[in-house]
């Protein structure tokens, strides 16, 4: 062999010996911890999972029983979202199916947690039989104020509510949401605004019933629902609307509307533990309602 060619392979070989060895690339080792946690107690700024539930006890100012839940939205791992019951007539007065909870969480399986959102009225035109019958499951009904999913508004505001919506970006707003590509998911208040830009603003009032709440805070990181059972003597009688304000500044919220309440009332979240969706809370009528909006975090 020609001695130039040799004294070239044998630097080649000695730069190959100094040269580190090639190495597969790292593969990301997958995320195993839950994103739903049922906990015993209020987490502390960190949360073990994105979605955190726990319940409290209290006796002042009356035996009450209060499900919280807060959810991370700078979490990567899950998004707001609004679930709504079938449309029965498309382009006709009815804006949704009422369904029981269980089953309209069902239809995302990604859910993780809701509360039930808007209120809900009589088509006009509904017979006195079929107002006497309640609210059951199939019943098409009106949905109160603004009501969207996946971008899609299924009922458009109303001038006597406040619009609680998420841009497509899944950041929180509190106000008039208007229409157009800012909205990716929104419900409505019912009977009252609690706080508005760290200011309590809900009217004093008296009246105890069981609440479903919704805030955040105000950089927007932490989503609040929280339900508080009522109508139990004894065991957990409701709040007032004034309470309720006070209740959702206590947790950090410095916007928080007051959803639809009463037998309505209901929080589901996931159990790693368990299959589906747990009913958290104790809804007043003894079984959970049928609804037709329900407001909630979703897996990405």
């Avoid at 003597?233 to 928080?256: D, K, P, Q, V």
Wanted: aromatic share 4%; glycine share 10%.
């Amino acid at each position: 062999m020609d001695p130039r060619a040799l004294t070239c392979l044998a630097v080649a070989a000695a730069l190959a010996a100094r040269l580190p060895a090639q190495t597969a690339p790292a593969v990301p080792k997958p995320i195993t911890a839950p994103l739903s946690l049922r906990l015993e107690k209020a987490p502390g700024n960190e949360q073990p999972a994105p979605v955190a539930g726990w319940s409290e006890t209290r006796t002042r100012p009356r035996p009450l029983r209060i499900h919280f839940l807060r959810a991370d939205l700078r979490s990567p791992r899950i998004e707001p979202c609004v679930i709504l019951g079938a449309d029965p007539d498309g382009a006709g007065p009815a804006e949704a199916t009422l369904t029981k909870p269980a089953a309209l969480v069902r239809t995302e399986p990604r859910m993780l947690a809701a509360v039930n959102a808007n209120a809900f009225a009589h088509l006009p035109g509904t017979s006195a039989a079929d107002r006497k019958r309640g609210w059951y499951p199939g019943k098409p009904v009106d949905i109160q104020g603004i009501a969207a999913a996946n971008g899609n508004v299924r009922s458009p505001h109303a001038g006597d509510r406040t619009d609680f919506w998420f841009d497509p970006d899944g950041k929180p707003h509190l106000g008039t949401a208007g229409d157009g590509p800012s909205i990716r998911h929104a419900v409505a208040d019912w009977g009252d605004l609690l706080v508005r830009d760290g200011h309590t603003v809900a009217k004093p009032d008296t009246a105890l019933h069981p609440r479903t709440l919704a805030g955040f805070d105000a950089t927007s990181r932490w989503l609040w629902l929280v339900v508080v059972d009522g109508r139990n003597r004894g065991t957990s009688e409701g709040m007032t609307l004034t309470e309720c304000a006070a209740l959702m500044t206590a947790c950090g919220c410095a916007n928080a509307i007051n959803l639809d309440g009463g037998g309505s009332s209901i929080l589901l979240q996931k159990d790693p533990a368990k299959p589906g969706l747990t009913t958290i809370n104790r809804p007043s009528d003894g079984t959970p309602r049928a609804i037709p909006v329900m407001l909630g975090v979703r897996e990405k």
